[in-house]
C-alpha cells in the first residue's frame, strides 16, 4: 500500500527547486489545516466553548452519530467527553433512583450508559484496544459505583448494571482475543482475581459483604446483559476456567445460588437443611446448560458432569431432594449423563436413590411420572450385563422402601414442625411410588398387548 502512494506522486529534487518546494510545502500545511477546519462545516466558525455549549442541547445518541463524521469532530468529543463540563453532562451518577430527572417519562439511566458505551465506542474507534481501555478507564474512574467495592449499598444501586450495559455495548462485534485482553485489563483495575481467591479459600459465610459483591459485580458487569449465549459463556468460562474444580464449584454458588432476599447474602445452608424451590436453583441450573453447550469449546462434557457432581456438596452434601430437583431444570441430556456415569462408575446404590428422589420431585412439582420411567429406562441400558441391570432395578425397589420407612419413622417420632412436613413428605413419597409404578405397569402392558 505504502508503494503505491510513493509511485502515484512524481518527487521533485529538493536542492533544484528549493525555494518552490518551500511554498509548496506551507500551502500543503495551510491546505491540510483548511481541510481539518472545512470537516467541521458550520460549525468551523464557532470557538470550542460555544461548540461543547451546542452539544449540551444533543441527545447523547445524536453525539455519537456526530462522531463519525470526521476524523476532526471524534476529536473534539473526545476532548468534550473528557472536559468536566462533558463529564457533568454525559456521566450521571444517580444511580440509586430508577429515572433520571429532568429527562422523559422511561428514560432510565441503564438506558443513558447502553447510549454513553455507543458514543465511546465510536469516539475510540481508532485506536488499539489497549489505549481505547486505558481512555475509557480514565474517563470512567471517577464513578464510584462502577467498582466493585465503591458503592455503600451495591444490592440498591443500578451502577454495576449501568457499568455492565456499557460495557456490552462497547464490546459488541470484538472477536476473542480483544474481549479476553477486556477481561484481564478488568481483573487489572478491579482486582478481581484476589477477591475470588479469598472468598473461595475462605470458610462459606465468613466474608459475606465481599460474596455479595463479587455475586453482583460477576452478574451485572459480566454476565446478564448479553444477547447471544455464546458471549454469555464465554465470561463465564474467564471467571471459573482459572480455578480447580472444587473452587469452581463455589464460585458458581456464590453467583448463581440462593440468596437472601432480605439482604442479598449468599444462603449457604439451602441446600442442606431442607427441601427447596425451583426458583433457588434455576440460576445454578441455567448456568451448568451453559457450561453444557455445544459452543462450549472449553469444556468437556466430563468437565461439566464432575462440577454438578461438586457442587451437590457445597458447603455440606446437599439433600437428595434438592440434588435431583437440580437435574431435572437442567434437562434430560445432562441428567441423563450424569446418572450415566454413576452407572458406569458401579454406583448403582446412590443411582437407585437418586431415582427414587426423581419420583418424588415429579410428584411434588407436578412434572409427568413417566419422564422418571422412561430415564431410568435409559439408563438401564446403559448397565452392560442384564445381572448389573437386574440388580440396579431391586436396588431402585430397596430405596423406595428404606426411604419411606425413614420418613414413616419420622412421622411416628413424633418430630413435627410447623407445617407438619414429615407428614406431607410422607405422603409425597407413597404416592410417588404408586404413580412411578402405575407409568411401569402402563409401559409393561402396552409392549406387551
Same mark, same amino acid.
Not at 462533558?86 to 440509586?96: I, M
Not at 459463556?233 to 453467583?255: D, E, G
Not at 412439582?365 to 437386574?390: G, H, I
Given at each position: 500500500m505504502t508503494s503505491q502512494v510513493r509511485t502515484s506522486y512524481t518527487l521533485i529534487p529538493n536542492q533544484k527547486y528549493r525555494r518552490s518546494y518551500r511554498h509548496s510545502n506551507k500551502f500543503?500545511?495551510?491546505?491540510?489545516?483548511?481541510?481539518? *477546519?472545512?470537516?467541521?462545516?458550520? =460549525?468551523?466558525?464557532? !470557538?470550542?466553548?460555544?461548540?461543547?455549549?451546542v452539544l449540551e442541547y444533543l441527545p447523547v445518541k445524536d453525539i455519537s452519530m456526530l462522531s463519525m463524521v470526521s476524523k476532526t469532530f471524534s476529536s473534539h468529543l473526545f476532548n468534550y467527553i473528557s472536559s468536566p463540563i &462533558?463529564?457533568?453532562? #454525559?456521566?450521571? +451518577?444517580? =444511580?440509586?433512583?430508577p429515572e433520571l430527572p429532568g429527562n422523559r417519562k422511561g428514560f432510565s439511566i441503564v438506558e443513558h450508559y447502553r447510549s454513553i458505551g455507543l458514543l465511546l465506542k465510536r469516539c475510540t474507534l481508532l485506536l488499539p484496544t489497549k489505549d481505547r481501555l486505558r481512555y475509557i478507564h480514565r474517563?470512567?474512574?471517577?464513578?464510584?459505583?462502577?467498582?466493585?467495592?465503591?458503592?455503600?449499598?451495591? #444490592?440498591?444501586?443500578?451502577? *454495576?448494571?449501568?457499568?455492565?450495559?456499557?460495557?456490552?455495548?462497547?464490546?459488541?462485534?470484538?472477536?476473542?482475543?480483544?474481549?479476553?485482553?477486556?477481561?484481564? =485489563?478488568l481483573c487489572e483495575v478491579s482486582n478481581l482475581p484476589r477477591r475470588l481467591q479469598t472468598v473461595v479459600s475462605s470458610k462459606p459465610g465468613s466474608a459475606r459483604k465481599l460474596e455479595l459483591r463479587i455475586r453482583i459485580f460477576?452478574?451485572?458487569? *459480566?454476565?446478564?446483559?448479553?444477547?447471544?449465549?455464546?458471549?454469555?459463556?464465554?465470561?463465564?468460562?474467564?471467571?471459573?476456567?482459572?480455578?480447580?474444580?472444587?473452587?469452581?464449584?463455589?464460585?458458581?454458588?456464590?453467583?448463581?445460588? !440462593?440468596?437472601?432476599?432480605?439482604? &442479598?447474602?449468599?444462603?449457604?445452608?439451602?441446600?442442606?437443611?431442607? !427441601?427447596t424451590d425451583e426458583t433457588s436453583l434455576k440460576g445454578l441450573a441455567e448456568a451448568i446448560k451453559l457450561l453444557y453447550d455445544p459452543q462450549a469449546k472449553e469444556w468437556t462434557a466430563d468437565d461439566v458432569i464432575s462440577l454438578v457432581d461438586e457442587l451437590a456438596v457445597v458447603p455440606q452434601e446437599w439433600l437428595l431432594e434438592n440434588s435431583a430437583r437440580l437435574l431435572i431444570l437442567c434437562g434430560n441430556t445432562i441428567c441423563f449423563t450424569f446418572m450415566a456415569s454413576k452407572a458406569v462408575n458401579g454406583r448403582a446404590i446412590e443411582l437407585a436413590r437418586l431415582v427414587v428422589f426423581l419420583a418424588l420431585v415429579c410428584e411434588k412439582?407436578?412434572?409427568?411420572?413417566?419422564?422418571?420411567?422412561?430415564?431410568? +429406562?435409559?439408563?438401564?441400558?446403559?448397565?452392560?450385563? !442384564?445381572?448389573?441391570?437386574?440388580n440396579f432395578l431391586q436396588s431402585v425397589e430397596n430405596a423406595f422402601a428404606h426411604i419411606i420407612m425413614d420418613s414413616l419413622q419420622s412421622v411416628i417420632s413424633g418430630e413435627h414442625d410447623e407445617e407438619d412436613s414429615s407428614f406431607l413428605n410422607l405422603f409425597h413419597l407413597v404416592n410417588a411410588q404408586a404413580n412411578f409404578h402405575k407409568e411401569i405397569l402402563y409401559l409393561t402392558m402396552s409392549n406387551s398387548i
Open positions: 500543503n500545511i495551510l491546505e491540510t489545516f483548511s481541510s481539518s *477546519l472545512s470537516t467541521l462545516g458550520s =460549525f468551523k466558525a464557532l !470557538p470550542l466553548e460555544i461548540f461543547q455549549m &462533558g463529564n457533568r453532562r #454525559l456521566l450521571l +451518577q444517580d =444511580f440509586h433512583h474517563v470512567l474512574s471517577e464513578i464510584s459505583c462502577f467498582k466493585l467495592n465503591g458503592c455503600s449499598d451495591p #444490592l440498591h444501586c443500578s451502577g *454495576l448494571e449501568c457499568y455492565g450495559v456499557f460495557l456490552q455495548t462497547l464490546t459488541a462485534g470484538w472477536d476473542e482475543l480483544e474481549c479476553h485482553r477486556v477481561y484481564i =485489563f460477576c452478574r451485572s458487569v *459480566l454476565l446478564n446483559h448479553w444477547i447471544h449465549r455464546s458471549d454469555s459463556l464465554f465470561w463465564l468460562t474467564r471467571i471459573l476456567k482459572p480455578w480447580p474444580m472444587v473452587n469452581q464449584a463455589r464460585l458458581l454458588y456464590i453467583i448463581f445460588g !440462593p440468596a437472601s432476599p432480605l439482604d &442479598g447474602h449468599v444462603v449457604w445452608q439451602k441446600m442442606t437443611e431442607g !427441601p412439582d407436578l412434572y409427568c411420572m413417566d419422564w422418571a420411567v422412561k430415564m431410568m +429406562q435409559k439408563v438401564c441400558k446403559v448397565f452392560s450385563t !442384564p445381572s448389573e441391570r437386574n
